[in-house]
């Protein structure tokens, strides 16, 4: 068939499927199909990369593994780094290396309890210790009688320095209305 031909039949059976009102399953499905957010996808990406251990400030929304501990009562009313004052019944955090701000979910890896934090302060400043998080989050972890425990922290939105916020690896793992809560 030469080019001509071709074009008007394809012409004329798009015409025919117009007036009848058919549609291909690709053309619905293009029309009614939401586009993916890249965004989330970056954060599908993370997701399935393998813990980091921290050196440093990280903005990249990798997961994080190493110890997690938690603040002692005599903490209660202090000057943390956001200026904020510490509230034992509070879900903030510190952290050496995420950045002030972030909301993640922490997961201990002993017995998978996890908890959504945010982090407002720094610390800790012992080796191999990567969150400090308050009795609150302690007891919802099941860690209160471990001390120390090994976790991984899954950034769910991380400050970037421009203002922005940055989807991490913790906004695969929790429904869309906790990662709009955490912006």
């Known amino acids: 068939m030469t080019g001509l031909k071709w074009a008007s039949l394809s012409g004329l059976a798009a015409l025919l ?20 957010d890249p965004r989330m996808q970056e954060a599908v990406e ?39 004052h510490f509230n ?10 995420l950045p002030l701000g972030t909301t993640a979910k922490v997961t201990n890896l ?8 945010r982090v407002e302060d720094r610390g800790p400043y012992i080796d191999g210790r990567i969150v400090d998080v308050t009795p609150k989050v302690a007891e919802q972890l099941g860690m209160r009688n471990a001390g120390v425990t090994p976790v991984i922290i899954a950034p769910i939105v991380v400050p970037q320095p421009d203002g922005g916020a940055k989807l991490g690896a913790g906004a695969n793992e929790v429904t869309p209305d906790e990662v709009a809560e955490a912006r």
Do not use: E, W
């Open 46 to 84: 993370l997701a399935q990369l393998p813990p980091i251990t921290p050196h440093g400030v990280d903005r990249s929304g990798r997961k994080q593994t190493g110890g997690a501990s938690y603040y002692a009562q005599h903490f209660t009313g202090r000057t943390m780094a956001n200026g904020n």
């Open 110 to 117: 002993r017995t998978g309890m996890t908890a959504t934090i």
């Open 88 to 97: 034992p019944n509070s879900n903030v955090a510190a952290s050496k290396s």
């Open 17 to 36: 499927c117009v007036s009848t009102g058919c549609t291909s399953t690709h053309d619905t499905a293009t029309k009614t199909a939401p586009l993916p």
